[in-house]
């Protein structure tokens, strides 16, 4: 059983700077792949951002490319997320998830965070 707990989540303006963190624990965590995913109101989940277990290789969502940077800590068990530039498009409930094969294919996951809410005001 893998836990994940996301942090890290706020209100922002447009054009501002959030970071999200989550804090992977469990057996055997540290093999999984970790990856964010968003859903905003109304709509279904979208992925944003995913990271390997140990390769480090990532994989972005089109919408965040660029914006967007994963990034992992193993020594402190936690996966980072820093969003840069946001814009309303990107107000959501962020979750953090847990997956053997990198994707951000928001299907088939193995473990899944709560979530925290990021909103962008314009």
């Known amino acids: 059983q893998v836990q994940l707990v996301e942090s890290g989540g706020g209100l922002v303006q447009t054009g501002g700077s959030l970071g999200l963190s989550c804090v992977v624990s469990?057996?055997?965590?540290?093999?999984?792949?970790i990856g964010w995913f968003r859903q905003a109101p109304g709509k279904g989940h979208e992925g944003v951002a995913c990271i390997d277990s140990s390769s480090g290789r990532t994989i972005y969502g089109v919408s965040v490319r660029g914006r967007f940077n994963i990034s992992r800590d193993n020594a402190k068990n936690t996966v980072n997320q820093q969003m840069d530039n946001l814009t309303p498009e990107d107000k959501a409930v962020y979750s953090c998830?847990?997956?053997?094969?990198?994707?951000?294919?928001?299907?088939?996951?193995?473990?899944w965070g709560k979530g925290t809410r990021v909103t962008v005001s314009s």
């Open positions: 469990g057996s055997g965590s540290e093999y999984y792949a």
């Open positions: 998830a847990a997956t053997m094969f990198p994707t951000i294919l928001a299907s088939g996951l193995d473990y």
